[in-house]
């Protein structure tokens, strides 16, 4: 087992049901030895938040930056206080009650764990494990299959910090997930998909990347990024 593991976020101006969604999720986890990361970009009530969750180990680092350099900062936080597990998930987002036990379970012998989406809106829940339809639970993923797709999210993931050394990001890149992600597997590590954890995927308009409702964009924006980044 990892024993040091770190749950990194970023916090920035959003509604406070989000956050309340985001950390309900993390207080009712099976696994409850982990320490929150929040980098925290502009959400000025935040002492609110820590009065409410008092249970819960939360370390606030206010920093205000890029997309990139928000979580280059949090990445270079976790690995230089020796943190030996890091499980990102997004602050609007929330988690099934299994997740982060299942990324240190799977850790043990994979390097990288991504689980399944499911995606929902202000409606509700309109598409359940959203990678299960595209990808076999339990597969593991290699460099070519993300070469012109990704996976890879900041929300869905979780890495054996050993792997990695100082991360440093361009300011601009929006593809943090996929160059992170891209470039261990380009060394030969090791990831595995499941489908028995789940990340709950809010789609709304201040996502700057929805997976369904934004597609189109997407897709532009995705082969703008591969065209620079991909070296």
């Not at 309900?24 to 969750?53: M, R, T």
């Not at 990324?103 to 359940?128: P, Q």
């Not at 943090?176 to 090791?190: F, G, H, I, P, R």
Request: proline content about 0%; overall charge positive.
């Amino acid at each position: 087992m990892l024993n040091k593991v770190a749950f990194l976020t970023t916090v920035f101006p959003m509604k406070r049901r989000y956050l309340v969604d985001f950390f309900d999720s993390l207080l009712s986890q099976s696994f409850c030895e982990f320490d929150i990361i929040v980098v925290n970009d502009g959400y000025k009530d935040f002492s609110c938040i820590l009065d409410k969750y008092k249970e819960l180990n939360i370390v606030e680092l206010v920093y205000s930056n890029t997309i990139a350099k928000n979580r280059e900062f949090g990445i270079n936080f976790c690995k230089n206080k020796g943190y030996e597990a890091l499980i990102f998930g997004d602050s609007d987002d929330y988690f099934s009650n299994n997740r982060v036990e299942l990324s240190l379970d799977y850790l043990k012998k994979h390097d990288i764990v991504v689980n399944d989406v499911t995606l929902f809106n202000e409606n509700g829940i309109y598409e359940r494990c959203y990678m299960s339809n595209r990808i076999n639970n339990k597969s593991l993923i290699r460099y070519n299959y993300i070469k012109n797709k990704n996976i890879f999210g900041l929300s869905n993931t979780a890495i054996n910090l050993s792997i990695l050394d100082e991360v440093i990001f361009d300011k601009e890149i929006v593809a943090v997930d996929w160059m992170l992600y891209k470039n261990l597997l380009k060394n030969n590590k090791t990831a595995i998909f499941i489908n028995t954890a789940i990340t709950y995927y809010r789609q709304h308009k201040n996502n700057v990347v929805g997976l369904k409702a934004c597609k189109g964009k997407y897709y532009f924006w995705w082969e703008k990024q591969k065209e620079i980044y991909e070296n």
